[in-house]
């Protein structure tokens, strides 16, 4: 039986103000996962006046409570480790990732964002500056008040929680709206939050569209500061709407990952690497290598020990354990997969694997898409330059050091990217040349909570994750002691 959410607002379990509802399916069958409550602006204000009063308050946000949340962080990071096998299987069924990487990776990962910032919470303090012997002068770091949050479809939980953590760590509180698509683990992490008796106020959850819920939410007044994760498109416009009232803002956008394999690299680890990079979750990610450029001499030995690893990969149904690849979100995310594919090959690429749906009659139903691999692209063309968000990589030749920064930097975008080598100097002149906000070197997908991420160029602006992600949630008052009693002033 399909299941029924309402909001979480102020500590309570609401309907939404119209009393609309909106439906949740499985992409990889169609079927009903649950209802739940369809917010828009009426609710939003609610939402960001009970985060307000929760702020205002001061209980929850100054400095001396930062024991307290971390308390806070440390139960909800616990209660995310043991209801593992649960939350996995909600993700799965909603947003169609395969059930080995939502119970492997997604639910504890999120878990370890709450427990390292719960560790970092009492360290957030400000600096003293050293100025002339009769003044003292020193900084404090203060939370920057209502956070307005939104976050995509394709990590729910865990990228929900990359901003939930450090926010609360420092002290602000939220209203967070989910994808229309997957908003259930999002309102699971508020349950969480009702049980361990977070104060009224400090999280607040709205389900909704983009159009209505989210952009009330980007325009509100009284929230301070607004962190969106999502597309590039989308995060122009937030930042257009936040120019209004001139909030604060992190962008967390689209990349076109570029991965270099060198031909002194690991091939086997390469080959890894690459594929992972390019097929995890479906392509739907966003540091997704989707760009693979391997150097001239292991050209022909990479692409085919490539293939022989991708033809073996297995799309299937996201709840069965041995499938590495699920379903794409919708329809509208399948249409846009074989729009790029039908461009790439209008526009001299060679298909060597995928290009279509997959024949199995039990997946007809669902938006699978097989793992499709071209060549013979011009590095300009738009399946190299845009971000396609499903499992469909180009792989193209290059010669040295120089044409391998050159191809990489070859994008408006800046995310992520990965160098495969042996000689580590060569991969750390790579790694300096690249204009990426995080460079692997011989490994792929990588996100650590203690490690910063986010974007160069139009991937992005600020930080998430490490300390950077916890001091982007926190702002810097400076204040200025005057020792002396003998001064002399201008206007005396
Ligand atoms: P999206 O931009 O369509 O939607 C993201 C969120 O924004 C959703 O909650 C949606 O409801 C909301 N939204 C949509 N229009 C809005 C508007 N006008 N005002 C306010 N909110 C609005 O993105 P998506 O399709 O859900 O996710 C895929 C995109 O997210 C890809 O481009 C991917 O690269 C990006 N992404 C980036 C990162 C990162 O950390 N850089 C991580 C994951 C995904």
């Avoid at 009330?216 to 498109?233: N, R």
Wanted: charged letters at 20%; hydrophobic letters at 40%; aromatic letters at 8%.
């Amino acid at each position: 039986m399909a299941l029924v959410y309402d909001m979480f607002i102020d500590g309570q379990w609401v309907h939404s103000v119209s009393e609309e509802t909106m439906e949740v399916r499985c992409p990889a069958d169609q079927s009903l996962v649950a209802t739940v409550a369809k917010a828009n602006s009426d609710d939003v204000d609610v939402a960001v006046q009970a985060a307000r009063k929760a702020f205002d308050k001061d209980e929850w946000s100054s400095y001396l409570n930062a024991p307290i949340r971390a308390d806070y962080l440390r139960k909800i990071a616990t209660i995310l480790h043991e209801e593992v096998d649960r939350l996995a299987e909600l993700e799965s069924l909603s947003s169609g990732k395969p059930i080995m990487e939502t119970s492997m990776i997604d639910i504890h990962l999120a878990a370890d964002c709450f427990s390292y910032y719960a560790d970092l919470a009492s360290h957030i303090g400000g600096r003293q500056v050293p100025l002339a012997q009769q003044v003292l002068d020193f900084t404090l770091r203060e939370p920057i008040g209502v956070i307005g949050m939104i976050v995509p479809f394709n990590f729910p939980l865990l990228l929900a929680s990359f901003k939930v953590a450090p926010a609360l760590a420092a002290g602000n509180t939220i209203v967070l709206k989910p994808s229309e698509y997957t908003p259930l683990t999002v309102l699971e992490l508020a349950h969480i939050c009702n049980r361990i008796g977070i104060p009224d106020g400090v999280l607040n959850v709205i389900t909704g569209f983009g159009k209505d819920a989210g952009e009330a939410l980007v325009q509100h007044t009284e929230v301070d500061k607004v962190s969106f994760t999502g597309s590039t498109a989308t995060g122009q416009r937030i930042m257009e709407l936040c120019a209004k009232t001139l909030k604060k803002v992190t962008l967390e956008l689209g990349g076109k990952g570029p991965n270099i394999v060198f031909a002194d690299c690991n091939l086997d680890q390469a080959v890894s690497g690459v594929m992972t990079g390019a097929f995890m979750n479906q392509g739907e990610v966003c540091i997704a290598g989707t760009r693979v450029y391997v150097e001239r001499p292991i050209w022909d030995q990479f692409v085919s020990q490539f293939l022989t690893r991708v033809k073996k990969l297995k799309v299937g149904h996201p709840l069965s354990w041995d499938t590495n690849m699920g379903s794409l979100i919708s329809q509208q995310q399948l249409d846009k997969v074989e729009y790029f594919v039908s461009r790439g090959i209008a526009q001299g690429g060679h298909l060597l694997c995928g290009g279509k749906r997959p024949t199995d009659p039990e997946l007809a139903a669902g938006f699978f898409y097989e793992p499709t691999v071209f060549i013979d692209v011009p590095a300009d063309a738009d399946i190299c330059q845009e971000e396609i968000f499903g499992p469909v990589i180009v792989i193209l030749p290059f010669s040295g050091e120089a044409e391998a920064v050159a191809l990489a930097n070859q994008s408006k975008y800046g995310l992520a990217g990965g160098v495969w080598t042996q000689d580590i100097k060569k991969g750390l002149r790579m790694a300096r040349r690249l204009q990426l906000g995080t460079v692997w070197i011989n490994n792929y997908s990588m996100l650590r909570v203690e490690a910063p991420f986010g974007g160069y160029k139009q991937s992005g602006m600020g930080r998430e994750l490490g300390i950077e992600g916890l001091l982007d949630y926190t702002q810097v008052k400076n204040v200025y002691v005057e020792l002396e009693d003998e001064i002399l002033y201008l206007y005396d």
